[in-house]
């Protein structure tokens, strides 16, 4: 019956909003047309469909808010006035009583509050879909934050998903282009990133691994995850003391370079991309703070690590040999490597594939670079690969989104940040790493406990290898005796006739001179 009232409650806001035009506009069936004539009375359709889209996602609760923030990183299947709309989707959410976090917290360690903390502030720090914090104060002194999820989310979040599975193959059938912006495909990724959400265990493993990679950078603050009190339900990190980085005057006024601020913003990114493959996805303002700390002064404070993006070794060479071919301007190549990694279909023209690649990029090179917005060039890159049928790669899509989250802060902070000149020394000393002598040494130095370890078993494995194929090898030695002494036949032949041939033209020559004479 809930489900049934969730349905019909989704269906109104659907009408409301406008939203079936979405699905219904493709189709100039007479019956059809009636049909959104009828549903369109009496409301306003002013609005651009992707405010109505965004405003419809809010009215629907944070379930349907965080899909739409999930969906707004997919520029390589939505309009770009929708992709822009539903990136300013926030989570506006009420926290929930603290009475309702402190039962959380209490069954998730089997204790009474007082037990585990010396103090608990009961109001809330935060609130956002999925969970809300809480700073506190542990017995030996620690100040900590506590993040704890919201009560009953898995059956609410399965119904919904549900629903949305539904909305989803409605959606593939009725509308135009449901096929091609696979909807299914959409809310099965979804899925995986609000299941992963909602295990806080996994988010600390997230805080760890950057916690560790970003040891000796001295750019970026992450805090330290207290496993001891770590739980599915419940993350207790160190407390971090930092200004929000939206609140640029404040941060002014304590001194902070703002120009400095913006270009380590662009340096941690790439670090963490290209280095170390694995980077923090959600590196929206909210997420970010800077410390004014004294020891700490400057540096970015890094939150939230429900998403992270990962790449593996060939997606950071596949991206390294696309780097090189874009700053020469090599766009043939480019192409061509499209084609070799499998995201365009084999059959696709080199030569189409580069001229659209070109139109992309060429005006952009003309300009002078300040006036260049690597987020804008791969955004307008993947809205042409649409017409290639390009497999846009997940973690790309993250990588991406990343981008222009971290290109838009930069903006911010520094109008004339030049994005590309301040990654690029840093891309070129990593692509010389990538495929040069260092690459290769590292790689040597990587294999070595295996070749350490394989080395002296060698004479070894050769007698077992020869006790065991005797008969084998003294065949093969015996062909390999045969094709040997054929081969030298040949040759004998060969040299015989080519020395028939050169005496002959010298008797030849001798016989013309006797004849001139």
């Avoid at 306003?44 to 944070?62: I, K, V």
């Avoid at 050769?462 to 065991?468: I, S, T, V, W």
Wanted: proline share 6%.
């Amino acid at each position: 019956m809930r489900q049934w009232l969730r349905s019909w409650v989704i269906a109104w806001v659907v009408f409301r909003y406008g939203l079936d035009e979405l699905v219904l506009s493709g189709f100039r069936h007479p019956l059809l047309v009636r049909l959104r004539r009828l549903i369109s009375v009496g409301r306003n359709l002013s609005a651009p469909r992707g405010q109505r889209l965004r405003e419809a996602l809010e009215r629907l609760g944070p379930i349907f808010v965080k899909f739409g923030q999930v969906l707004s990183t997919r520029r390589d299947l939505l309009p770009p006035d929708i992709a822009d709309e539903l990136a300013r989707l926030q989570d506006r959410v009420p926290p929930f009583p603290a009475e309702v976090a402190i039962a959380t917290i209490e069954r998730a360690f089997g204790q009474p509050l007082h037990a585990v903390f010396a103090h608990f502030e009961r109001e809330p720090v935060a609130s956002a879909s999925i969970a809300q914090v809480h700073f506190a104060r542990l017995h030996d002194g620690r100040e900590v934050a506590v993040k704890v999820l919201r009560p009953n989310m898995l059956p609410v979040i399965e119904k919904d998903l549900a629903l949305m599975r539904t909305m989803a193959r409605w959606v593939e059938r009725l509308s135009r282009d449901g096929r091609r912006l696979k909807p299914r495909e959409v809310v099965a990724e979804f899925d995986k990133y609000l299941h992963d959400e909602l295990d806080l265990m996994r988010e600390a493993s997230n805080a760890a691994q950057l916690r560790r990679n970003m040891a000796g950078l001295n750019l970026v603050l992450i805090p330290e995850m207290y496993w001891d009190y770590c739980r599915p339900e419940v993350l207790v990190m160190e407390r971090m003391h930092g200004v929000p980085i939206s609140q640029v005057q404040r941060l002014r006024e304590a001194g902070v370079d703002i120009r400095q601020l913006a270009r380590d913003g662009v340096t941690i990114f790439f670090t963490q991309v290209f280095r170390d493959g694995f980077f923090h996805a959600d590196m929206h303002p909210g997420n970010i703070q800077v410390s004014i700390a004294p020891e700490t002064f400057g540096r970015y404070i890094s939150l939230d690590f429900g998403i992270v993006g990962t790449l593996t070794q060939f997606d950071k060479e596949y991206l390294a040999q696309n780097f090189t071919a874009f700053f020469r301007r090599d766009y043939k190549r480019v192409a061509e490597l499209h084609i070799e990694s499998g995201w365009v279909p084999a059959d696709t023209r080199v030569d189409e594939l580069e001229a659209a690649i070109r139109a992309v990029c060429e005006p952009y090179f003309d300009r002078p670079l300040k006036e260049i917005s690597l987020g804008l060039v791969l955004m307008r890159l993947f809205q042409t690969s649409r017409r290639f049928n390009v497999e846009i790669q997940p973690q790309l899509v993250l990588l991406q989104k990343t981008l222009l989250n971290i290109e838009g802060l930069g903006r911010e902070l520094d109008p004339d940040l030049d994005l590309w000149s301040t990654a690029k020394p840093f891309l070129e000393r990593w692509m010389l790493e990538q495929v040069g002598p260092k690459k290769f040494w590292n790689q040597l130095k990587a294999e070595a406990p295996h070749y350490a370890k394989l080395i002296p078993e060698l004479p070894r494995l050769l007698h077992d290898y020869l006790r065991q194929r005797p008969t084998d090898l003294r065949h093969e030695i015996d062909r390999l005796v045969q094709e040997q002494r054929r081969t030298q036949r040949l040759l004998m032949m060969v040299i015989y006739v080519l020395f028939g041939f050169v005496a002959g033209l010298m008797a030849m020559q001798w016989w013309l001179r006797l004849r001139l004479w």
